[in-house]
């Protein structure tokens, strides 16, 4: 009795210990999860799911720290499994609601939002949200609705009387929206958003004056929004405030540098007040963002014509007439700049065309500026030389509507260039793939290490470390007493060891034609190991990199690599990062089919290699299989490879 009640007490230490586990790592990813250390929280939530998986609060947890991260994908099929474990608590539909929402899943929003209301009738944030799904869907008369419940619960909530102003000019009644929006100003005059609106319904009466007025006040309480800048600019150009015009332009352009309408337009505002040159870097910058935005190389093109660069004017009208053959005042604009520079021959083809094509016109002449030109404006999209001097307004004006919600995020953005990751190797560093140290482990490498106790030990990680000075100089040194060890050694077999060990210093500082040397002469010696032909596809497919880029045909050199990868696979084919490696030298060759079959044997020998997902995730972008891609990227952020979360946010923007 005394051995089972001891066994008894055993047991519920351990369950007890286990419970108390649990509960601190549920403690700390919630403390993670506070200070906005998402990646983190999502370590510790994971190992909470791995031993209690049946509970659905690190479910839940796990899912708002995705949706901080901006993977709705991910966040939502995490609250899809809360909500199945636990299918009574609130705040999980509203988290799931506001993922459908990110991904323009509308009416999955809208029934989350019902059940939502029904646990929470009276929260006016659930309404609010309910229909500004219901306005995306454009349900107008469901929306009106709900907004009329609204007012009727809520009389004092401003954003109500915003939504129905809104609803109003989305069904054309710009009287009724006007007079719904200065009611919510009535009752919140401090709400920026409104009084963008209500600037927006003066602009669309050509209310100059007015919308001057109420976009200051926007401005004063939103001062960092790009687009209240942008369209004051336009009520003051209307209202022959050139310069306070051109203030709002560098305002806008100093809040978000690659706004297109911000530079197009201080490009035009510039030209109408002599500043030619700086009216031309404007256009320049425009064309460095859209490089087949004809308009703008017509506007460039004149000045440069106008400034005495003939032949940068040559070039631009040059390329808009490949694109628009029959314009005749570029064909005569061209011809005159022929004239100037003693093209005579090439002037005279031009003019020609002008002739044969338009026999009984005269063409060339702009037309000049007006009172009445000089205030229309044209679409962004449109395309009419006739217009090639007036300011550009967005195609549609939308508004930007703001869910209510305090999630945020932080780490998605963060820039990056959203390429593949690089090829596993062999180094003298351990490698951290950002949020916690992944030590990659290889047997072979491992062996290596017992076996040659080589000078430094070797390690695999994802591509290179960028070395210090100092660490250069160490590793060169390295370089120099294993050069004066193979000098003196009369026996290379027996001392293989520090010929690999030579040829991984020489990687880890770039010198791959030296590496390659020595890994070849390696596997002279021991043609068995997996270990050099690994290192020596690693180093050819660099090398081969570089050569590429200065224009060498570098196909037969990228196959021997991957000969050396397939080699390496057969000697050691439980080697995740070989098909990891092998999948890259795929990719590269914009091979994805045979890339993805690599991730895939790379995933299944190793399912936490979150490298391998990254890249597949590429892959499968790269093959228009974008929420496939997604769903891969998701994993790696979940594994910890943070970069990932950045480049789910580029990719749903595109």
Request: aromatic residues 12%; charged residues 30%.
């Amino acid at each position: 009795m005394r051995k089972f009640l001891l066994s008894i007490l055993l047991l519920s230490s351990v369950v007890a210990s286990a419970q108390f586990r649990t509960d601190r790592l549920m403690d700390v990813g919630k403390s993670a999860l506070y200070y906005e250390d998402y990646v983190l929280s999502i370590q510790y939530f994971n190992q909470v799911i791995l031993v209690k998986p049946y509970l659905y609060e690190p479910w839940f947890f796990r899912a708002v720290a995705k949706y901080y991260l901006d993977d709705y994908v991910g966040a939502e099929k995490d609250c899809s499994e809360a909500i199945r474990l636990n299918p009574y608590v609130s705040n999980i539909f509203e988290l799931r609601g506001l993922c459908y929402i990110k991904q323009n899943k509308y009416d999955e929003a809208i029934a989350d939002y019902d059940k939502t209301i029904e646990f929470d009738p009276y929260n006016k944030n659930l309404w609010f949200n309910r229909v500004l799904c219901k306005i995306e869907k454009k349900d107008y008369d469901a929306a009106n609705a709900d907004l009329d419940s609204m007012i009727t619960m809520w009389k004092t909530y401003p954003k109500a009387y915003s939504l129905k102003a809104e609803v109003c000019m989305q069904m054309k009644d710009t009287v009724g929206g006007a007079k719904y929006l200065d009611k919510s100003l009535e009752i919140d005059p401090y709400d920026g958003d409104t009084w963008a609106m209500r600037a927006m319904v003066s602009l669309s009466q050509r209310q100059w004056k007015d919308a001057d007025q109420q976009l200051t006040k926007a401005i004063h309480y939103k001062p960092t929004t790009v687009s209240f800048y942008v369209n004051r600019a336009l009520a003051r150009y209307n209202i022959n405030n050139l310069n306070g015009a051109l203030a709002d332009y560098d305002k806008a352009i100093e809040i978000d540098p690659n706004n297109f309408l911000a530079h197009y337009n201080r490009g035009q505002l510039r030209v109408q007040v002599g500043d030619d040159n700086r009216a031309i870097e404007d256009f320049n910058y425009v064309i460095s963002l859209e490089p087949d935005n004809v308009m703008a190389i017509y506007n460039r093109a004149i000045l440069l014509e106008r400034t005495g660069d003939i032949y940068g004017a040559i070039r631009d009208y040059t390329k808009i007439i490949d694109q628009f053959p029959n314009f005749w005042a570029g064909l005569d604009s061209r011809a005159r700049c022929y004239r100037k520079v003693g093209l005579t021959a090439k002037a005279e083809l031009d003019e020609f065309k002008i002739f044969k094509g338009q026999m009984d016109k005269h063409y060339g002449r702009q037309q000049r500026w007006s009172s009445r030109k000089r205030h229309e404006v044209r679409k962004k999209s449109e395309i009419d030389f006739d217009k090639y001097n007036q300011l550009v307004v967005e195609d549609e004006n939308t508004v930007q509507h703001e869910y209510s919600t305090a999630y945020r995020g932080r780490v998605q953005n963060r820039s990056i260039d959203v390429v593949f990751l690089p090829m596993f190797q062999l180094s003298f560093s351990q490698y951290d793939n950002g949020v916690k140290s992944y030590q990659a482990f290889d047997r072979d490498v491992e062996s290596f290490n017992l076996g040659q106790r080589p000078r430094r030990k070797l390690f695999v990680r994802c591509g290179v470390k960028s070395l210090t000075e100092a660490e250069s100089k160490e590793i060169f040194a390295l370089i120099d007493t294993l050069s004066a060890a193979i000098e003196a050694s009369h026996d290379l077999r027996k001392d293989k060891g520090v010929v690999l060990q030579r040829a991984v210093a020489n990687s880890v500082v770039q010198n791959y034609a030296d590496a390659i040397s020595d890994l070849t002469a390696y596997i002279q010696i021991d043609s068995t190991s997996s270990l050099a032909y690994w290192q020596r596809a690693v180093c050819r497919a660099r090398l081969n990199e570089y050569e590429a880029s200065r224009g060498e045909d570098v196909r037969l050199k990228t196959a021997g690599a991957i000969s050396d990868i397939d080699t390496a696979i057969m000697l050691n084919p439980n080697n995740a990062y070989l098909y990891f490696d092998r999948g890259n030298l795929h990719a590269g060759a914009d091979d994805y089919v045979k890339a993805i079959a690599d991730y895939d044997k790379a995933i299944e020998l190793d399912p936490n290699l979150a490298e391998a997902y990254y890249n597949r995730g590429i892959a499968n972008i790269k093959l228009d299989k974008k929420d496939v891609g997604i769903n891969d990227l998701s994993k790696a952020g979940e594994l910890g490879l943070y970069d990932a979360y950045s480049a789910i946010k580029k990719f749903s923007k595109k």
